[in-house]
């Protein structure tokens, strides 16, 4: 069975830096694209950031670029997400998704981030 | 960039009845890429079409996927109470990007 467990989120100033960690299992975690998508309250969702498979090719939504950072680490099936220069128009829940055919059918329960002074 | 847009923003419809979901995009959308999602209030969307019409795993036959181009059709042909939720379409691009339509919300009548 496919488990994403997203963690890292909580409260956090404008400004400051916040680091999401989230860990796959139940898949060959290397074979697959990951994802980032965020939702923020009572709002639509919203992709934040890509990484490839393979050779760590990695996509940002322009609202991110330059603050954001995502990576992966495939020994420990662990996907992670660099939040620097935090916005209060950062605060959402953020999930974790899984890449298949142009579509996202595997979401964590999400993490959440408040940014607020 | 592409945009979709999502059509109703809310539709108001009883259980039995049939619900017809709009997806408009600004250019043209690759049909492989093309998919749509259910969100329950605190739960995580849930895939329910890919390639504009291949149903998701474990998604009951009364969900169906139709269009090409810029418009693309969610129908849901005779509704439950359980399929009262927020729906998304959803593309797929370049540079491992996606796009999310605004959703539109399927309420009880």
């Known amino acids: 069975e496919v488990q994403l467990v997203e963690s890292g989120g909580g409260l956090v100033q404008p400004g400051r830096s916040l680091r999401l960690s989230c860990a796959a299992s139940?898949?060959?975690?290397?074979?697959?694209?990951m994802y980032w998508v965020r939702q923020a309250p009572g709002r639509g969702l919203e992709w934040v950031s890509g990484?490839?498979?393979?050779?760590?090719?990695?996509g940002y939504a322009d609202s991110v670029k330059g603050r954001f950072t995502i990576s992966r680490d495939n020994a420990k099936n662990s996907l992670y997400l660099q939040m620097n220069n935090l916005r209060v128009e950062d605060t959402a829940l953020y999930y974790c998704?899984?890449?298949?055919?142009?579509?996202?059918?595997?979401w964590g329960q999400g993490t959440l981030v408040t940014v607020s002074s | 960039e592409i945009v979709l847009t999502q059509s109703p923003g809310t539709l108001s419809l009883s259980p039995g009845e049939r619900a017809t979901l709009s997806c408009r995009a600004s250019?043209?959308?690759?049909?492989?890429?093309l998919a749509w999602y259910q969100q329950k209030p605190g739960q995580a969307p849930r895939l329910l079409i890919y390639?504009?019409?291949s149903r998701a795993t474990g998604i009951p036959d009364r969900f169906s996927g139709s269009g090409s181009g810029t418009d693309f059709t969610l129908t849901i042909s005779r509704l439950e109470p359980e399929d009262f939720a927020v729906y998304y379409c959803?593309?797929?691009?370049?540079?491992?990007?996606?796009?999310f339509g605004q959703g539109t919300k399927l309420e009880i009548k």
């Open positions: 998704a899984k890449g298949l055919f142009g579509a996202l059918p595997y």
């Open positions: 139940g898949f060959i975690f290397d074979d697959y694209a």
């Open positions: 990484i490839s498979w393979s050779n760590g090719d990695t």
């Open positions: 250019q043209s959308v690759s049909s492989s890429f």
């Open positions: 390639g504009v019409s």
């Open positions: 959803q593309q797929y691009g370049s540079s491992l990007e996606y796009t």
